[in-house]
């Protein structure tokens, strides 16, 4: 609970802008059916994440108790309670990338960035996380940095990769 | 718009398109009709994406500009199945299948190829359809082309997937015009019926059945949804129809809502499918503007609406009683049945659900009769499936084959076979709810009741072949993995079940496995079939059931002999140096992440420095000294 406490995006919505984004998407999707997870999904692109003060917020905005919002924000693996990294690594452990080694890459990923598959680096820059399939079978194994796909990976490989982010950084 | 304006969309766009169904002669015939000279279609699907096609499309764009070439037609298409040669790049009239494409080749092919009187650059073809002889066969005729019958993905790869006048081109809504116009509900359903179709999301219930159930049940408002939540981890099937004829799927829906009295459809697509996600919006979009979707449909007097739901990364979301509570906005649990959805569905109405493959086959089905659908397949499972080939295959890609093909007719002939010289081990069908097939059941003709019958299933589509470097246990175990991560958590049998699988898998594959565990997972397995509340759980057992049923003797291996005959299961690994073969070079120690790899003071003779050895306390076991030494002296056992 402290470090709830300490941290600031706990408590506020954000910029202001942030908030009224919020604020417009609760009202504008209110009045349709299950509308729910929509909200919740256009409230993480906002955001990058649903801190637990978005979530009072719909709950407030839906007339639903929190443990509800808090329900469905738990259940789905798209979204997150924690902030991620400006570049979200994502390596595929589908079934047609892991026989293809797919772990093996996300083990030289994990000891590229010092981190572990779900956290984010303490610059803030890389996250780690796994999925199931995107598709490119093809490609296998895979992983995606944002919304680029590398595809044929080795792990000799990921370093570079990893570095032109870095590298853009500068 | 009115059946005349559908009709003469259809007649001004389709010799265009029939330019590229053709064989090459009638082709290069009927393209002199059109006012392109050549077509080149360039593949915009997820695999071909993912391999740099838009740079290809732009540049291509960019080169005939500059050439100034303007009788040449660009085409953004979907899937053309073959995505380990991406990105792919097609030439019509005369079929020439450019792969691999990259920028560079793009602008020889546009200035030695696409140029007035230019030639097919033959050296960037795909290999496979230039003969020895140096003759060119068309792609069609290649292995593998040859054994596929192309249904639900007659459009994919064929078609500009954002242009609603190409769809209709291509036939979509040929099938909506014939139901509204001149078909009641009763003969609707009963050509679907008749037709044999059984639902292709896996479970293989008759369509017509479900849709006859929906229409029996009273109320004035009921549903029609897709499910393109595809959640198996390599199938691919549905998000390619989804990216190559979005259309068939919206008009296989309205189809279904005037049969069954439905006013109301959603498409519960995965949000992990941007591309999919961003032509469904496209697609319908336009088909409301073209009066398609919406009030008053072709002047006919049938209204219908479709509206995308965004799935949030929940497996468990591909039960159909899941998804929909998912798409009421809730966590995605299932409920028990009865209620069936056909008499209490979404929002408590009766309610349809079939996946996008099964939407696929309905436009054909319905413009050429059930007679023609049900010739096709075995006696029990009609027309064809689409597969997504992936794992240790040459092939991997997209293939669709009439039902009864054999698994060693995908595998060996369309597949290519396995990569590397390596020998087969298993067909993974069904994914995390079906089993893997070993090589003695290659034959076994491929049907609903046949997979099942083996101990599998058809599961959607997903084809996982896998070779001798990988573990059968490991394989159970990674699926486990992927279950007891999706279960829901809402029934024992399943959120306990398969979790205590899972531990004992592990245990084996670690090497402490006991003889008694075999017996306890077969028990465990059988309660959770039988008493888990939805499919998730009753066939999350089939892959340990199934690899233990066909390769006993691995488990055992890893539980007498501590041994991992595939050498995966890294806790039974054991890395070891040959000192005769070892030359000193050191390149094992320098890369040895733990530093556990030490010079010993033997010199083998004929070598000048002295050997390696490996601590094994140290040792992590990744393999790693064993591939950088180029002498073979590291042994894994």
């Known amino acids: 609970m402290n470090n709830e406490a300490n941290c600031t995006a706990c408590q506020s919505l954000g910029t202001p802008e942030q908030e009224a984004q919020l604020h417009a998407v609760i009202e504008e999707s209110k009045s349709t059916p299950g509308c729910l997870m929509h909200i919740l999904q256009e409230a993480q692109a906002i955001y990058g994440y649903l801190p637990i003060q978005v979530q009072k917020t719909i709950a407030e905005g839906l007339g639903k108790s929190l443990s509800d919002v808090y329900g469905v924000a738990t259940f789905y693996s798209q979204f997150s309670l924690t902030p991620k990294g400006k570049h979200r690594v994502s390596v595929c452990l589908g079934t047609a990338c892991y026989v293809k080694g797919s772990d093996k890459i996300l083990e030289e990923v994990e000891k590229q960035l010092g981190i572990k598959c779900g956290e984010c680096t303490a610059d803030g820059l890389f996250s780690i996380d796994s999925c199931r399939c995107v598709g490119a079978c093809g490609l296998a194994p895979v992983m995606m940095i944002g919304e680029e796909v590398y595809g044929k990976l080795t792990p000799d490989k990921v370093k570079g990769i990893l570095d032109s982010y870095r590298e853009e950084q500068k | ?637």
Not at chain 2, 92 to 118: C, K, N, S
Not at chain 2, 485 to 498: A, N
Request: charged letters at 25%; proline letters at 4%; one cysteine or more.
């Open chain 2, 1 to 637: 718009m009115t059946i005349q304006e559908l009709d003469a969309i259809r007649a001004r766009k389709k010799e265009l398109i029939d330019v590229r169904r053709l064989v090459k002669e009638q082709a290069e015939v009927l393209a002199k009709n059109t006012a392109y000279r050549k077509q080149v279609l360039v593949c915009g699907g997820t695999g071909c994406t993912s391999s740099h096609s838009k740079q290809v499309l732009e540049h291509l764009e960019k080169t005939l500009e500059e050439e100034g070439i303007g009788d040449v037609l660009v085409v953004k298409t979907g899937c053309f199945g073959l995505c380990t040669l991406g990105p792919i790049m097609i030439v019509y009239p005369e079929g020439a299948f450019y792969a691999q494409m990259t920028p560079e080749h793009v602008e020889t092919v546009v200035r030695r190829h696409l140029i007035p009187g230019g030639e097919i650059v033959k050296e960037l073809l795909y290999q496979g359809t230039v003969m020895d002889d140096g003759s060119i066969i068309p792609f069609a005729e290649t292995p593998f082309y040859k054994k596929q019958m192309r249904i639900a993905l007659r459009n994919c790869g064929v078609i500009a997937a954002e242009d609603i006048e190409e769809a209709i081109g291509a036939g979509d809504y040929q099938a909506l015009e014939k139901v509204l116009s001149s078909m009641t509900p009763d003969e609707v359903i009963n050509e679907v019926l008749e037709s044999g179709l059984r639902g292709r999301g896996g479970a293989g219930f008759p369509t017509g059945r479900k849709w006859m159930f929906a229409k029996a049940s009273a109320g004035d408002v009921k549903y029609v949804c897709c499910n393109a939540d595809e959640g198996d981890p390599g199938a691919f099937m549905d998000r390619s129809v989804l990216e190559g004829d979005p259309h068939c799927v919206l008009e296989a829906m309205t189809i279904a809502g005037y049969a069954i009295g439905a006013h109301q459809g959603y498409i519960y697509v995965r949000a992990e499918y941007p591309i999919a996600v961003q032509r469904l919006k496209i697609a319908i979009g336009q088909a409301r503007e073209h009066g398609l979707l919406g009030k008053n449909i072709l002047g006919l007097g049938f209204d219908f609406d479709i509206d995308i739901r965004l799935g949030a990364g929940a497996f468990v979301c591909g039960e159909e009683t899941a998804l929909m509570t998912s798409i009421e906005g809730n966590r995605g649990e299932p409920r028990p049945r009865p209620p069936f959805p056909a008499v209490k569905g979404l929002f408590e109405k009766p309610t349809i659900l079939n996946n996008v493959e099964t939407w696929a086959n309905i436009n054909p089905i319905i413009m050429k009769g059930a007679k023609w659908y049900s010739s096709i397949g075995t006696e029990r499972s009609k027309g064809t499936k689409v597969f997504a080939l992936g794992g240790k295959i040459t092939n991997v890609g997209l293939v669709e084959v009439p039902m009864g093909t054999t698994l060693r007719e995908i595998i060996e002939e369309i597949g290519g076979g396995i990569p590397n010289g390596k020998a087969f081990k298993a067909a993974q069908t069904g994914g995390p709810s079906g089993g893997c097939l070993p090589a003695s059941e290659l034959d076994t003709q491929i049907d609903f009741d046949n997979l099942v019958a083996k101990g599998s299933m058809m599961g959607s589509g997903g084809l996982i072949v896998l070779d001798e470097d990988d573990c059968m246990v490991d394989i159970s175990k990674f699926y486990l993995e992927f279950t007891a991560d999706e279960s829901c958590g809402k029934c024992t049998p399943c959120r306990i079940g398969t979790k205590r699988l899972l531990q004992l898998l592990t245990k084996i594959t670690e090497g402490k496995g006991t003889p008694e565990d075999l017996e306890k997972i077969q028990e465990l397995a059988e309660h959770m079939k039988a008493s888990s509340l939805c499919a998730l759980g009753q066939s999350a057992p089939n892959p340990v059931l199934s690899t233990l049923h066909h390769f006993r003797k691995e488990y055992e291996d890893h539980i007498y002999n501590h041994h991992c005959e595939a050498g995966v299961c890294k806790a039974l690994l054991n890395f070891t140096i040959d000192k005769e073969k070892c030359i000193g070079c050191g390149m094992c120690a320098k890369n040895c992440p733990a530093s556990a790899i030490t010079r010993t003071d033997y010199v083998a003779p004929g070598h000048k420095l002295a050997s390696f050895e490996i601590d094994s306390a140290k040792c992590v076991k990744c393999g790693v000294c064993q591939s950088n030494c180029k002498f073979k002296a590291v042994e894994r056992k």
